[in-house]
């Protein structure tokens, strides 16, 4: 399994950021995928999932309405558009196989989220 995050940067609050997930090693079409994110300092947060056919979406409540998780199977990418961002969204997101954002991850990419 390699998953390898990408998309991250500095950007304002109330701006947009659109991450990709490059999946290989693994049957992308057959497995649901997630987000998971970790800000400094803190635990692992669950962000969003999608189902293999990418009808079936969910969200954390802290994101809930901001963020959109979409995949393309015919290029193995899972994508978190990210809306209205928030200092508090700043943090290390990675993508996970499976819709509970279990290790293991990428490398992850930073997103900071400051004015």
């Known amino acids: 399994v390699q998953l390898v995050e990408s998309g991250g940067d500095m950007v304002q609050p109330g701006g947009s950021l659109r991450l990709s997930c490059a999946a290989s090693?693994?049957?992308?079409?057959?497995?649901?995928m997630s987000w998971v994110r970790q800000a400094p300092g803190k635990g692992p947060e669950w962000v969003s999932a999608i189902y293999t056919g990418g009808g079936s979406t969910y969200y954390a409540d802290s994101v809930k309405g901001r963020f959109i998780i979409s995949r393309d199977n015919a290029k193995n990418t899972l994508y978190l558009q990210m809306n209205s961002l928030k200092p508090e969204d700043t943090a290390l997101y990675y993508c996970?196989?499976?819709?509970?954002?279990?290790?293991?991850w990428g490398q992850g990419t930073l997103v900071t989220v400051s004015s």
């Open positions: 090693g693994f049957t992308f079409s057959d497995y649901d």
């Open positions: 996970a196989r499976g819709s509970r954002g279990n290790r293991p």
